[in-house]
């Protein structure tokens, strides 16, 4: 039986009710799929994995600060930094390299997050849990690239 590398997977991807606004969000995708049936997936909510609810108030990342802020003004960074701990912890657990996580995410954006005023403006930037394992040397991608993934996984 062949041995794969395991990929640590936003669990919002698998159409868990782990969301912010408890929106369904599946990522439909034939990758997902292969990856799923060679049991490669190790799932995380970062967020969730931290001790925050669903639904919860929205929350960015404060751009002079990197403060995770909710909506209303409450700092959620203690929950989102746990969270980004635990999903290190399952990659070094699993022998992880490789990480799909959600855009845009104050926790798991690879490339683009919301710019911390709540307008809907997107800027460069990675979530806390995105940062954390590419610290630790985890390639993360995002649901916009997973191809680049699968030609990497494709060479090992």
Same mark, same amino acid.
């Given at each position: ?10 669990? =919002?991807?698998?159409?868990d009710n ?13 990758l /997902?799929?292969?990856w ?6 190790? $799932?995380? =909510? ?8 669903? $639904? ?6 404060q $751009? ?14 203690k ?11 399952? =990659? ?15 926790s ?15 800027? $460069? ?6 940062v ?13 690239? /997973?191809?680049e993934?699968a030609?990497? /996984?494709?060479?090992?």
């Amino acid at each position: 039986m062949a041995i794969f590398d395991k990929i640590l997977l936003s669990r =919002c991807f698998l159409g868990d009710n782990v969301r912010y606004n408890s929106e369904i969000l599946a990522l439909r995708s034939p990758l /997902l799929k292969i990856w799923q049936q060679e049991n490669r997936i190790i $799932p995380i =909510c970062p967020e969730v994995a931290g001790g925050l609810s669903v $639904p919860r108030e929205p929350a960015e990342q404060q $751009p002079n600060s990197g403060q995770i802020i909710t909506i209303s003004g409450s700092n959620v960074s203690k929950a989102f930094n746990e969270g980004a701990n635990k999903a290190l912890l399952l =990659c070094q657990q699993h022998s992880i390299r490789f990480a799909v996580l959600k855009e845009s995410s104050p926790s798991c954006g690879s490339t683009l997050i919301y710019d911390g005023s709540f307008s809907n403006t997107k800027i $460069p930037g990675q979530g806390v849990t995105s940062v954390l394992l590419t610290q630790a040397g985890i390639r993360v991608f995002s649901e916009n690239n /997973l191809d680049e993934l699968a030609k990497l /996984l494709d060479k090992n």
